[in-house]
């Protein structure tokens, strides 16, 4: 890889984690300036790392105005959501003979382990088994759109960290480990199901404490 693209995949790396890790918060002006010395890159390889970001919704060029973090909103919210519910459900009937079980164990212990003020590490395992059951797909452009997919998710998450009610977490342990039961026995449309309505639930649940 040339220096020029390692500056550009550079700056776009660094942009998005400090993106999805709210060091940049949602709605905040990014300097384009003072992000490129700040990383010691040119102005070329960083327009086009900000350019890559907006056409995959973390920030908002305007014309002649500036450069904005994206907003985390109600729209984002029911977007992912509702990408995830199409895209995990109709991952899980890809599973026939990919079912990893030695990991589903040990997420299945993870998830019993947690307490009410594991909220970082409870959204941890919880992207662990969720990018799991994703992994099922073999293709290549399901897959990037995926990763995205989650990366905003993980933002989300973030945003709400301190808001989660410990019932909420309680109730989200308690589901992923029905889950973990029902594809170790091998009952996938059972799952399906119970998936579905955990991301239904997940999406008012973020909806209500981001939003109202």
Same mark, same amino acid.
């Given at each position: 890889?040339?220096?020029?693209?390692?500056?550009?995949?550079?700056?776009?790396?660094?942009?998005?984690?400090?993106?999805?890790?709210?060091? $940049?918060?949602?709605?905040?002006?990014?300097?384009?300036?003072?992000?490129?010395?700040?990383?010691?890159?040119?102005? #070329?390889?960083?327009?086009?790392? &900000?350019?890559? &970001?907006?056409?995959?919704?973390?920030?908002?060029? $305007?014309?002649?105005?500036?450069? $904005?973090?994206?907003?985390?909103?109600?729209? &984002? =919210?029911?977007?992912?959501?509702?990408?995830?519910?199409?895209?995990?459900?109709?991952?899980?009937?890809?599973? #026939?003979?990919?079912?990893?079980? =030695?990991?589903?164990?040990?997420?299945?212990?993870?998830?019993?382990?947690?307490?009410?003020?594991?909220?970082?590490?409870?959204?941890? =395992?919880?992207?662990?088994?969720?990018?799991? =059951? @994703?992994?099922? $797909?073999?293709?290549?452009? @399901?897959?990037?759109? *995926?990763?995205?997919?989650?990366?905003?998710?993980?933002?989300?998450?973030?945003? *709400?960290?301190?808001?989660?009610?410990?019932?909420?977490?309680?109730? *989200? #342990?308690?589901?992923?480990?029905?889950?973990?039961?029902?594809? @170790?026995?091998?009952?996938?449309?059972?799952?399906?199901?119970? @998936?579905?309505?955990?991301?239904?639930?997940?999406?008012?649940?973020?909806?209500?404490? &981001?939003?109202?």
């Amino acid at each position: 890889m040339s220096k020029y693209m390692n500056l550009k995949e550079k700056s776009y790396e660094i942009i998005k984690q400090n993106i999805i890790n709210l060091t $940049y918060v949602p709605g905040e002006y990014l300097e384009e300036k003072k992000i490129s010395d700040s990383l010691e890159v040119s102005r #070329t390889p960083m327009r086009e790392a &900000l350019s890559r &970001l907006e056409d995959e919704g973390w920030v908002k060029i $305007y014309p002649r105005k500036g450069i $904005y973090v994206s907003k985390v909103d109600e729209n &984002l =919210i029911n977007n992912i959501f509702d990408a995830r519910k199409n895209l995990e459900v109709s991952a899980l009937k890809l599973t #026939t003979n990919k079912l990893p079980k =030695i990991k589903l164990e040990l997420l299945k212990e993870k998830f019993d382990g947690l307490t009410v003020d594991d909220r970082k590490k409870m959204d941890d =395992i919880d992207d662990e088994f969720h990018n799991m =059951i @994703l992994s099922f $797909y073999d293709n290549f452009f @399901l897959n990037k759109a *995926s990763i995205n997919i989650m990366e905003h998710a993980k933002r989300i998450k973030m945003f *709400s960290l301190g808001k989660k009610l410990k019932a909420r977490i309680l109730q *989200s #342990t308690e589901e992923h480990i029905i889950l973990i039961n029902l594809l @170790l026995e091998e009952k996938i449309e059972e799952a399906e199901e119970v @998936l579905y309505e955990h991301l239904e639930r997940a999406q008012r649940y973020y909806l209500k404490i &981001l939003i109202v």
